[in-house]
């Protein structure tokens, strides 16, 4: 059995195949998905599970290189964007939503969680241990 936080098998998967750069998406219940980009629905009811939770947990063993996170959430969802700037999360990058959308289309993965608070989305990049 594992030791880590992070238990679900699929979200494991995605990680343990990831390589230097590529991208993870952990989305609130309402972002988009792309077509052909795999999708991990966590989502069992509004705000279960919380994105907060779920970020964190991925932290637990995803290393990170960079985030991005829309314009909107600093302005729409302050709270969480304090929280996210808590983290101290490596290689802030912000953009318009759109454009955060439009960036989705290259995730290995998006996580839908059950999170209702607006613009809580955030791309991973993989960073290396070495």
């Known amino acids: 059995m594992k030791k880590t936080a992070l238990l679900n098998a699929a979200i494991s998967q995605v990680i343990a195949t990831m390589g230097h750069g590529d991208t993870l998406v952990i989305g609130d219940v309402g972002l988009p998905v ?4 795999p999708v991990i629905d966590l989502a069992v009811t509004r705000g279960v599970p919380g994105f907060l939770t779920v970020l964190e947990t991925v932290l637990s063993e995803l290393q990170v290189e960079f985030h991005v996170v829309a314009d909107e959430l600093a302005q729409v969802s302050p709270m969480l964007a304090a929280q996210i700037t808590a983290l101290e999360l490596a290689g802030k990058r912000s953009v318009s939503h759109e454009s955060f959308k439009e960036q989705t289309r290259r995730a290995r993965a998006v996580i839908r969680t059950g999170e209702c ?7 991973l990049g993989s960073g290396v241990v070495f």
Request: net charge neutral; glycine share 10%; proline share 27%.
């Open 117 to 123: 608070t607006p613009y809580a989305n955030i791309i």
């Open 34 to 37: 792309p077509p052909g980009v």
